[in-house]
């Protein structure tokens, strides 16, 4: 009960504490109830902690979208400048002679495959149609040197047909004689096909006429040749090549080449 009396207690002290009127009669003295700030919050109030968090999570995800925004913009930017820059540093040149192949080959005899290597190679020689007009070399030893080169480069080019390698050989106005029968150029590059039937072929007897720019070289070839049953045959041919010194290099104006019998002497 001590509650109950405690609380009904305190209306009757405000009454009794009151002043005293003019007619000596007590007055009643009227005490607002108590009301709290309406500003005052405890600290430990749970939606406190709510309303102060909410803003660093929102600034942080707009910290996160401007940076990997920036990073977008800077890709799209960046990307295409470094794929043009790459493609820039790769070399496009298609003509350059990548290979120095040796355009002699073995005087000791190859067969046909080797040949035909060889005379691919041949093909990524640097032609240069606007060679320096050099003077023709006026040794005969080096000039009979440099026939003897070029007729394994004509042989192989023959074996392989080999358009682009005789074109380069034979001069514009060559004429070649076999057999009784003339041929040009264009006759020449038109009708060669390959020969699979020859294994092996040396040259013989070279001997080089210089006569300024003109040379004449002759001399036999023999080959190996492999006939339709399979047997290997040999074969022989005496022969006269014309040359002339043309844009820098010797070229072949002429040829003649007439068939050695078995028995026949050289």
């Not at 040999?234 to 010797?250: E, I, Y």
């Amino acid at each position: 009960m001590a509650p109950f009396g405690g609380c009904c207690l305190r209306p009757f002290l405000l009454w009794s504490s009151g002043s005293t009127g003019p007619s000596g009669a007590s007055e009643p003295r009227i005490v607002p109830a108590y009301q709290a700030p309406r500003s005052s919050v405890p600290p430990d109030y749970p939606g406190q902690s709510k309303r102060r968090t909410w803003p660093w999570v929102l600034g942080i995800l707009a910290v996160v979208f401007v940076v990997f925004a920036g990073l977008g913009i800077a890709g799209a930017i960046l990307i295409p400048k470094v794929m043009r820059a790459s493609s820039n540093r790769n070399p496009s040149n298609l003509n350059a002679n990548t290979a120095q192949p040796n355009s002699n080959p073995n005087l000791n005899g190859r067969d046909s495959n080797s040949s035909s290597n060889s005379a691919e190679e041949n093909v990524n020689s640097n032609d240069n149609s606007n060679a320096e007009d050099t003077p023709p070399p006026a040794d005969e030893e080096e000039v009979l040197q440099d026939l003897t080169d070029l007729e394994h480069e004509w042989t192989v080019a023959n074996i392989n047909a080999d358009k682009k390698k005789l074109a380069r050989i034979l001069a514009d106005d060559y004429v070649g004689i076999s057999e009784g029968k003339s041929q040009g150029k264009a006759e020449y590059l038109k009708t060669i096909t390959p020969d699979t039937q020859i294994q092996k072929w040396n040259f013989e007897d070279l001997k080089v006429n210089l006569k300024g720019d003109r040379a004449t070289l002759t001399g036999i070839i023999r080959l190996e040749v492999k006939d339709e049953r399979g047997q290997n045959q040999d074969l022989a041919f005496r022969f006269t090549d014309k040359f002339v010194w043309r844009d820098g290099r010797w070229q072949a104006t002429g040829s003649d080449v007439t068939p050695l019998k078995e028995g026949t002497a050289a």
